[in-house]
């Protein structure tokens, strides 16, 4: 029975790599003696003297007590504290004292002792070896060299990524190797075979379960053997986990009087197993055999249950058979003339349904060649495309091309025109200064003419104004005509490609000019309607 222990300061190490240690066991024995019951019917309560046993020991505690004995003269309790140290001074609390219970005249007498611990020594083990006439000291398994192990909690001796319900030789063999070489190591409850076995007295079962399992260890030599006797002699085993909690065990440590590792035990159990496993073969194969011959027999009477159902049904079919063909041979003359008839239509059907598969056969084919003939087309358009595409391609890039050499042509036009329209310019400043001048000139002649009205002389005056007056205009049309002359020429040299947009300028710009001249011609007219006039007053 495992118990929770806070203080390990008296703890020994045995394994600290798997966390175990060796603690000593601190026990002692609890006697009460009874009074002499006087009254029928009375009784003392156990439980109560256990409490005023407790309460006599603060503020020591005993980590367990129990009672072992109880008669009608004592009660014996065992008790079980942490350490050795609190074992003397519960004892110096309890040894000779007394203990008064309601109800009682008479005191309980207290009586404490430390309890021995029940351990081989080594008396024992060498007496019994001597003594054992069966024996071979020579032998490993025959003399005083193993170690039987009981109450080890499994959890304790399992690998860390295994089941915690099963230990392992490995971590057994590491444990125990502190004291000494060893040879061989057993685990009763691993072998499967083990409860099967002829004299098997091994206890792989606890009454919780797998919980404790039984261990025997073969040391080497007889050195390993008495080191480890004498540390595990009236020691528990202490488990401490990661969390710093310490849990005991009290384990039963014996010598083996069995010869359980022995050479010929090993040997004897190998040959049993091995008994066992063909047994274990030949009962499997026996289950097998059994288990193929209730199939087989299923299966036969599955078998004969459908013969009988088919054998039924075939009567049944037969009698409706005979049933059927009575009737058919009744109607058979009168449906001849109808099967005929039907063949007649049947065929007649038949062969205007291979006409339509015939003509549905020839559309399909159609449809297939217009479809082969649209998926030529379809990429002979997409070459064509292709092509088309590229061409454009080259297309836009020479018209790209012929754009910028457009554009440098059309600056360069842009700039003969501007300098052109200088040019027009200057000669409508000109063309405005001869106006100004037949102004003056016009406005001179018509002072004139107020002026020598009356005179003759001023008649002839008059008449060489005029005449004056109509050369300047004759010259005024003669470089008109000239300019006009100059722009035609002009415009003919230009290139054919010129576009539209040049053209409607030189249009307009030409208009603009013409439009001048016949503005001009207009203002001459309307002069020589004025002179006219002014000559006719005169």
């Known amino acids: ?39 029928p019917g009375k009784s003392i ?42 074992v003397k001074r519960i004892l110096s609390r309890l040894e000779g004292k007394s203990i008064k219970l309601s109800g ?13 611990v029940d351990f081989p020594t080594r008396h024992d083990w060498d007496s019994f070896f001597r003594d054992a006439k069966d024996m071979n000291e020579t032998v490993p398994g025959e003399r005083p060299d193993t170690v039987r192990l009981e109450g080890l909690p499994c959890k304790w001796f399992a690998q860390k990524d295994g089941s915690p319900d099963r230990p392992s030789e490995a971590v057994l063999k590491a444990v125990f190797e502190r004291f000494g070489q060893i040879r061989n190591v057993d685990i009763p409850m691993l072998d499967p075979y083990r409860e099967d076995m002829s004299g098997n007295h091994f206890s792989t079962f606890s009454f ?32 401490r986990g990661d969390d710093g909690k310490a849990v005991a065990c009290s384990i039963k440590v014996t010598f083996d009087t069995t010869k359980h590792l022995s050479e010929s035990s090993l040997k004897k159990r190998q040959q049993e197993r ?41 009567r049944r079919e037969e009698k409706l058979r005979r049933r059927e063909q009575k009737l058919k041979e009744k109607e058979e003359k009168k449906n001849q003339k109808k099967l005929k008839k039907q063949q007649e239509e049947e065929q007649k059907k038949m062969k205007k349904q291979q006409e339509e598969e ?28 292709a092509e088309l595409l590229s061409r454009a391609k080259r297309e836009r890039e020479r018209e790209q091309q012929v754009e910028c050499v457009r554009l440098q042509q059309l600056q360069q036009r842009r700039r003969e025109q501007e300098q052109e ?9 000109k063309a405005l200064e001869l106006q100004r001048k037949e102004r003056e000139l016009r406005q001179r002649l018509l002072d004139n003419l ?68 016949r503005s001009r011609s207009r203002s001459t007219s309307r002069g020589r309607r004025r002179h006219t006039h002014t000559t006719r007053k005169n």
């Open 1 to 39: 029975m495992a118990s929770v222990v806070s203080d390990t300061a008296e703890a020994l190490d045995l394994c600290p790599l798997h966390h175990l240690y060796l603690k000593p066991i601190s026990r002692l024995t609890v006697s009460v003696a009874l009074p002499h019951l006087k009254l």
């Open 274 to 314: 091995q008994k066992l496993q063909e047994l274990e073969k030949q009962r499997e194969e026996q289950k097998r055999r059994e288990k193929e011959d209730e199939e087989r027999r299923k299966e036969e009477e599955r078998k004969q249950r459908e013969q009988e159902e088919q054998e039924k049904e075939r």
């Open 358 to 385: 015939q003509k549905k056969l020839q559309l399909k084919i159609q449809m297939e060649e217009r479809k082969l003939l649209l998926a030529q087309r379809n990429l002979q358009s997409i070459r064509l495309l």
């Open 45 to 86: 309560s156990n439980w109560e003297v256990m409490e005023r046993l407790k309460s006599m020991v603060q503020p020591e505690q005993f980590s367990a007590l129990r009672i072992s004995k109880s008669t009608m003269d004592f009660i014996r309790f065992e008790g079980e504290v942490e350490t050795r140290s609190a």
């Open 450 to 517: 107020l002026k020598n009205s009356t005179h003759t002389q001023g008649d002839a005056h008059t008449h060489g104004d005029a005449h004056s007056l109509k050369e300047e205009q004759q010259q005024s049309k003669t470089q008109q005509k000239k300019t006009r002359a100059e722009r035609s020429r002009r415009s003919r040299s230009r290139t054919h490609t010129h576009t539209r947009s040049r053209r409607r300028r030189s249009t307009h710009s030409h208009g603009q000019s013409s439009s001048r001249s």
């Open 104 to 116: 009682f005249t008479d005191t309980l007498k207290v009586r404490t002792a430390e309890n021995k």
């Open 208 to 239: 919780g379960g797998h919980l404790n399992f039984e261990a025997f260890v073969q040391y080497v030599d007889h050195t390993g053997f008495l080191k480890a006797m004498e540390a595990l002699r009236g020691m528990k085993l202490l488990f």
């Open 421 to 429: 329209l200088r040019r027009v310019e200057q000669e409508k400043s």
